[in-house]
C-alpha cells in the first residue's frame, strides 16, 4: 500500500474501534493527517490486553461474532481473541501466499495443536479451500501421541505435514526410534509447514535435513492472526494488506532503521471482531533490504521473543543468534543455552557417537561472534526424555533459555515435556 492507502485504512480502522471500551479511552477516532499522528497513539502491551479480556476490546455485536480463541495463557492470564465470519477467512486469505501451495492432490498433517489457539484452524481451512484433505492430529491431546503421528504419516499418504519446527524434529526422531528413516520412508512427504516459534536458518536446515524435504514458515500470533508468510524461496514476507508493521528501538518510540533489529509492532487493518492497533508484540524483528526473486518489496526476519534474549560480554543475544551459533555445530537438534558470566553456555544433545568438540571450532565462533562459548555435549535423551516420545506424554512450552544458576543445577535435564 502506499501511503495514502494505508492512511486511509487507519482511519477507517480507528472509526470502528470508538465501538470498544479499550479504545475509547485510548483516542478520539478523529481522522489522522499523517502517519507520524498515529505513530503517538499509545502502543497496547499484552497486559493491557489481558486486563480488557474478555469482552473489552469487542467491535461488533454478540450476533456478528462467529469464533473464539485464546491465547495459552502460559505466562499469564489468556488474551481473548473474537472473530467475525469475515476475519476468520481473512486469517486463511493472509496465509494464502504461503510458499508451500497447498492443492487437490494434497493430504495434510495439522498437528498445531486445535484448542482455543487459531493457527491449526487457520491452516485448516486453507488447506480445505485449496482442495486438499485434511488429517486433524492436533498437538496437546492424549489421543495423538507421537507414535500414533508416526503410524499415521506410514499408512496415508500424507504429502504436508504442518507443526511447530520442534514438533518435526520430536517426530523424526520417534520415527527412528520406532526404526524407521525420516529421510526414506515416508515416500509421499512433500513438505514441512511451520509455524508457532522461531525458525532461524539453522533451525531451518536442521528439520530439512531430518526429513529431506522443504520447509515453510509462517508467522503469527492468536492475537493478531497469520502476518508474516514464507514465499515459494522461503523468504519470510510480511502481508502489508492485512496489517500495518512498525519495528522501534528499545525506547518503544523512534523508529528502528531498514536492516536495524527492534521490537515489533503490530495493527491489524481489517480485523472487525477484536482489532488491535499498535499492539507490541514482544518479539524482536528487522525489515531485510532489497528485493526477493519472488517478487515482493519487502522481507522480514522474525528473531525470538524479546525475553528469550540473554547479554554475554555486553552483547545482547536474541535466539536468532544462539541458533546461528548452534547450527555451526556438529550437535544442534536440541539444545539450552545461558548467560554465564562473560560466556554463553551451550548444552546441546548427542547426534552422533562422537562428542568432542575441536577446539578450533570454539575458538572460530568466539572469534566470529566477538564472545565467549563453551559447549557441554550430552548423552541422547538428556534434554528430552526419549521414553516419553513412545508413550502419551505430557505436553508443555519448550525452553531453551535458562539462568546461569538453572545451568550450574543441571534444571535443563528432562525437564522440557514433549
Not at 39 to 59: H, M, N, Y
Amino acid at each position: 500500500m502506499d501511503q495514502q492507502t494505508t492512511l486511509a485504512a487507519l482511519n477507517a480502522l480507528l472509526q470502528h474501534c470508538q465501538k470498544a471500551p479499550f479504545y475509547r479511552e485510548r483516542f478520539s477516532g478523529e481522522p489522522l493527517r499523517s502517519l507520524a499522528e498515529f505513530q503517538r497513539i499509545p502502543l497496547a502491551t499484552k497486559a493491557e490486553l489481558r486486563a480488557a479480556s474478555p469482552f473489552g476490546l469487542v467491535c461488533l455485536d454478540r450476533s456478528e461474532l462467529y469464533q473464539y480463541h485464546e491465547t495459552f495463557g502460559t505466562t499469564g492470564t489468556p488474551v481473548s481473541v473474537w472473530l467475525s465470519k469475515q476475519d476468520y477467512l481473512d486469517n486463511a486469505a493472509a496465509l494464502r501466499d504461503w510458499g508451500v501451495g497447498f492443492h487437490p492432490d494434497d493430504l495434510v498433517m495439522v498437528r498445531f495443536p486445535y484448542s482455543i489457539s487459531s493457527i491449526a484452524h487457520t491452516v485448516t481451512t486453507l488447506a480445505q479451500q485449496c482442495g486438499a484433505c485434511v488429517v486433524p492430529a492436533g498437538a496437546r491431546s492424549t489421543v495423538s501421541p507421537f507414535p500414533r503421528i508416526v503410524d499415521l504419516l506410514r499408512k496415508l499418504p500424507v504429502t504436508v505435514l504442518a507443526c511447530l519446527p520442534l514438533q518435526a524434529l520430536l517426530i523424526a526422531e520417534t520415527a527412528r526410534l520406532l526404526g524407521y528413516d525420516p529421510r526414506s520412508d515416508f515416500p509421499s512427504l512433500r513438505a514441512i509447514c511451520t509455524a508457532g516459534e522461531l525458525l532461524a536458518p539453522g533451525r531451518r536446515q536442521t528439520v530439512a535435513e531430518a526429513w529431506g524435504v522443504p520447509v515453510f514458515d509462517n508467522y503469527g500470533m492468536t492475537e493478531i492472526g497469520v502476518a508474516v508468510v514464507d514465499c515459494p524461496l522461503q523468504r519470510p514476507h510480511p502481508q502489508t494488506d492485512y496489517f500495518y508493521f512498525e519495528i522501534l528501538r528499545e525506547d518503544r518510540q523512534t523508529p528502528a532503521d531498514p536492516g536495524e533489529t527492534g521490537l515489533l509492532v503490530v495493527t491489524t487493518l481489517r480485523r472487525r471482531g477484536t482489532p488491535l492497533v499498535r499492539y507490541l508484540t514482544g518479539d524482536r524483528a528487522r525489515l531485510v533490504p532489497g528485493k526477493c526473486a519472488c517478487g515482493r518489496e519487502m522481507t522480514m526476519e522474525i528473531r525470538g521473543r524479546t525475553e528469550d534474549t540473554v547479554t554475554v560480554g555486553g552483547r545482547r543475544l536474541d535466539l536468532w543468534d544462539i541458533e546461528e551459533i548452534v547450527a555451526a555445530l556438529p550437535h544442534r537438534r536440541f539444545w539450552v543455552a545461558a548467560a554465564d558470566g562473560d560466556s554463553l553456555r551451550l548444552v546441546v544433545e548427542a547426534d552422533a557417537s562422537e562428542t568432542s568438540l575441536p577446539p578450533e571450532l570454539l575458538k572460530s565462533l568466539e572469534e566470529r561472534f566477538g564472545i565467549k562459548v563453551s559447549v557441554t555435549v550430552v548423552a541422547r535423551g538428556s534434554l528430552y526424555d526419549r521414553d516419553e516420545l513412545l508413550a502419551v506424554g505430557l505436553v508443555g512450552k519448550p525452553q531453551y533459555i535458562y539462568t546461569a544458576q538453572e545451568m550450574a543445577e543441571e534444571r535443563y535435564l528432562r525437564s522440557v515435556r514433549v
